[in-house]
Every structure is written in structure tokens, then in C-alpha cells.
């Protein structure tokens, strides 16, 4: 049982590039998460999902976009890589809205 | 969108309680109170959450006022290990119905030898 797998850890990407940060659970939790954490900031919300198929924004959603076709994988695409999204990546899920949240151990993206 | 309102630090001797509040006033009557805690870059990590009753778990203890508009996270005996950032959520609840937890600034609680 591996919780919430996050890939990769780390990873550099140049300007204008584009990448996908993946988020695996294996809890058959419905309710999935992206945040982002700035240097010394707290979490702020990119993208949630309710269950597969269901999708909305969060605080922050420009300059991503996410999809949910299945319950266990909910991927956040970055399509031109700008130095403002350098930040660490945390995705999180729930089994209801009510239920306590498992967070997976972030990605660290540097845009250089 | 802020939802709750925490001190940005705090200090606390080890072995003493720290006691961290939050102030949630524009909770709604059926949203639970979150408490979680981040080791310096790690994944935020779950403590313990409520509704109106006190709730005690193997980690801390959350005392939420009778008016529901503030809280309190209790860690009885504060250890070095406890060093991090504490954050209160509240759920925010927009139309039509779906969910999702902001997080705020959090208070970075600093456990002194």
C-alpha cells in the first residue's frame, strides 16, 4: 500500500517547456489535489477533483491544466514552463469531504 | 479566500504544552476544522480534526470554543521532533456543492531545548 506516489522528485525544465507531474493513490480516494508551495509560503490550491471525470480550479490554476480518467491517477500538465512556477508540487487526496487528507511527498520543479 | 487567521510563529520549551490557536469566524455550522503539520519540505501531514466536540488523538488535542469561531491544537508534551509549521483548515464550500481546503500561512512553531 503505497499511499500517494509522486513522480519525479526533482526536476529542471527551461523556459517555454512543458512537462507532466504525476499523481498516483491506490486508497480508491475520490477527492484528489494539487498544490504548489513557494520558498517560505504556505499551500496554495492549483486544480481539484471530485471523482474521475470531474475536475474545477483552485486559487492558482493558470498555467496548468489537469485531467482524472481514472479514480488513481490525476496528472497536472504544465505547457510553457515559466520561472514563476518553480516551486514545490504537492498532490493530495480524501476519501470524502469530511475524511482527513493524505498528501504525497511533493515535486521540486526548478524553471530556468 | 482566506478562511482562518493563525499567528505566524511561536516558541515553546520542551516537555511544555504548546497551545496554537486559530481563528475560523466565518466557519458554517456543518464544516470541520483540520489541523496538519509540515517538517520542513515534507508532505503536509494529518493531526487530528473536529466539528464542535473537543477531540483527543495519540498525537494532540483540539479544543474548539462553543461559538465555533476559533480553536485551539493542543500538543501536551512538546518534543524537538514537533518543530514545524502548523496550518487550521476549513473547507470552502463554492456552488454547486464541491469542495476544496485552502490553506493559510500557518504558525511555525519552534520547540526550545
Known amino acids: 500500500n503505497a499511499g500517494v506516489t509522486q513522480t519525479p522528485k526533482f526536476r529542471i525544465l527551461k523556459i517555454g517547456q512543458s512537462m507532466t507531474l504525476q499523481c498516483t493513490q491506490d486508497m480508491n480516494h475520490n477527492y484528489m489535489y494539487w498544490y504548489r508551495q513557494d520558498p517560505g509560503m504556505g499551500l496554495k490550491l492549483i486544480y481539484y477533483s471530485v471523482g474521475a471525470g470531474i475536475t474545477d480550479k483552485g486559487e492558482v490554476p493558470n498555467g496548468y491544466n489537469v485531467s482524472r480518467s481514472t479514480t488513481e491517477d490525476f496528472p497536472l500538465r504544465l505547457e510553457l514552463a515559466a520561472p514563476s512556477q518553480t516551486s514545490v508540487y504537492f498532490c493530495?487526496?480524501?476519501?470524502?469531504?469530511?475524511?482527513?487528507?493524505?498528501f504525497g511527498q511533493g515535486t521540486r520543479l526548478t524553471v530556468v | 479566500d482566506a478562511k482562518t487567521t493563525q499567528p505566524p510563529s511561536m516558541d515553546c520549551a520542551e516537555g511544555r504544552a504548546a497551545n496554537l490557536p486559530c481563528n475560523h469566524s466565518?466557519?458554517?455550522?456543518?464544516?470541520?476544522v483540520y489541523w496538519y503539520r509540515q517538517i520542513h519540505s515534507q508532505g503536509p501531514q494529518y493531526i487530528i480534526h473536529g466539528l464542535k466536540n473537543n477531540e483527543t488523538n495519540e498525537m494532540a488535542s483540539l479544543i474548539i470554543t462553543e461559538d465555533r469561531k476559533s480553536s485551539t491544537l493542543i500538543l501536551p508534551h512538546a518534543t524537538l521532533r514537533d518543530t514545524a509549521v502548523y496550518y487550521c483548515i476549513v473547507r470552502v464550500k463554492p456552488p454547486p456543492g464541491t469542495y476544496k481546503y485552502i490553506f493559510g500561512t500557518g504558525t511555525r512553531l519552534k520547540v526550545l531545548a
Open positions: 493530495a487526496t480524501r476519501a470524502g469531504p469530511n475524511t482527513e487528507a493524505f
Open positions: 466565518t466557519i458554517s455550522g456543518n464544516e470541520y
